[in-house]
């Protein structure tokens, strides 16, 4: 599923581009599917391969000043070369005007033709980073997301078994609300999973006995975040005598999402445990971890040490 190029003219993309659509309006409908940009530079000579149809393409000073240097002949041959993809877009950089064969390929062909102010390799870099958050697979998780001291933290857990008041007390600790019942993950190059809310339920956390409360109007700013890389996954389970549940942690679990593998903590809930507490200590222990220091596995050699100087 691509994005419709006349997303690019839609809420603040435009000021952020600097935008003005000059010719091809009748294609706007057309879609990037691909945050790949290219400059078509020599390609324009025909010497070289086709240009990639997926692809918006750029020009700046060095294109515009080649083709209208060109004779007649030369620039009818450098012109076929855009006549035969079907383009999504093509922007016209540095505020040049662009030259009157160009709008009026595009107009014929229907291909959007815009205008921006910024340099070509400013532009290229803000409309990838737009792309790429716009293109990246994403999925849905009913779960919380939590930022603790910097370490993004997704609560999941069946319906009912705490998550929201654990991310409740968390808030009241300092710590910060990404997303309460419903998280949405978008995989980014090259493989990092960012966590969002809806637009809808922003700021907003469900707590049984309370109803619907906001938590930016309750705490303050400095208590949510818009977005997060996830970093660790825990989830909360009933409690149950039977069952066996991880007491030394000498090997990480893994939970995947998106092909994704994050850190996975399972974490049993019975009246008494201060789950809040367990899972910011499970922030913390992820901070020693990547700064080097497991401490489960450190205790596992230093009691083999200790054994093999006994034998």
């Known amino acids: 599923m691509g994005a419709p190029v006349k997303e690019f003219l839609e809420g603040e993309l435009p000021a952020r581009l600097c935008l003005t659509l000059v010719a091809g309006g009748g294609g706007l409908d057309r879609e990037v599917t691909t945050s790949l940009i290219q400059k078509p530079g020599l390609l324009l000579t025909g010497i070289l391969e086709e240009l990639h149809s997926d692809r918006v ?33 093509i922007i016209v950089t540095r505020a040049l005007e662009p030259p009157g064969f160009l709008l009026e390929l595009c107009a014929r062909k ?12 400013v532009f290229i870099e803000r409309v990838t980073k737009f792309l790429e958050g716009r293109l990246a697979p994403t999925t849905t998780l009913h779960g919380v997301l939590m930022d603790l001291l910097g370490v993004g933290v997704l609560i999941i857990g069946k319906s009912g078994i705490g998550k929201s008041e654990c991310a409740l007390e968390l808030v009241s600790r300092g710590y910060r609300l990404v997303s ?22 922003r700021y907003h956390m469900e707590i049984r006995g309370l109803g619907i409360v906001n938590i930016k109007d309750i705490y303050g700013i400095t208590a949510i975040r818009e977005k997060k890389q996830m970093d660790v996954v825990v989830e909360l389970v009933k409690w149950e005598q039977e069952s066996e549940y991880e007491r030394l942690g000498f090997e990480e679990k893994k939970y995947s999402i998106l092909g994704v593998e994050l850190p996975y903590l399972m974490v ?19 901070i020693l971890k990547i700064m080097g220091h497991h401490s489960a596995r450190n205790l596992k050699a230093h009691l083999e040490d200790v054994m093999k100087g006994r034998n």
């Open 268 to 286: 049993p809930v019975s009246p008494g445990r201060s789950v809040a507490t367990i899972v910011e200590v499970a922030a913390r222990n992820q």
């Open 180 to 201: 309460d019942d419903v998280v949405i993950v978008k995989r980014m190059p090259p493989s990092v999973l960012m966590g969002t809310s809806s637009d809808l339920i």
């Open 110 to 121: 229907d291909i959007p033709l815009f205008k921006s102010t910024l340099t070509s390799s």
């Open 57 to 89: 393409q750029v020009f700046g000073a060095a294109e515009v000043g080649y083709l209208t240097s060109l004779s007649e002949e030369k620039l009818r041959m450098a012109m076929a070369v855009l006549e035969k993809p079907e383009l999504p877009a």
